[in-house]
């Protein structure tokens, strides 16, 4: 299963991220937003429409930069997946969680400390070392 994921710093230096809501897979974990990609969609035009959906926040899908990968083999039920991580630093609007969950600005040191999936833990270790 492909899916995308963006990292976005502000002005500041801070990544956003987001924490899944209770009774979802990953529940109370932070994670980078996004999701999947649809049958015949371009993955960075997926993530602007995922991040539309999720935040409000309104990503052109040309200034999207690949920024890593992680993947994990099916597992209890689960299907393999594959999250494409692309960075961002400009956007028109400001974050809202509009699906349930939290969002917050986190500098790469508190990244590392967040509980997170595990493969949010290997695209952290990518993107912010």
């Known amino acids: 299963m492909p899916v995308v994921a963006a990292a976005l710093q502000d002005a500041a230096g801070k990544w956003l991220m987001h924490r899944r809501p209770p009774g979802s897979h990953h529940a109370g974990l932070w994670e980078f937003p996004g ?22 926040i309104v990503l052109d899908p040309a200034d999207l930069q690949p920024a890593g990968f992680a993947w994990q083999g099916a597992e209890n039920g689960h299907p393999a997946i594959v999250i494409m991580l692309y ?3 400009h956007w028109r609007g400001e974050p809202k969680a509009l699906e349930g969950g939290e969002l917050a600005w986190f500098d790469a ?8 999936p595990p493969l949010d833990l290997a695209l952290a270790q990518q993107l912010v070392g």
Do not use: D
């Open 87 to 89: 960075t961002a630093s």
């Open 109 to 116: 040191g508190e990244i590392h400390h967040l509980p997170k």
């Open 35 to 56: 999701g999947k990609v649809e049958n015949g969609e371009n993955p960075p035009f997926a993530l602007a429409r995922e991040i539309a959906e999720e935040t409000s």
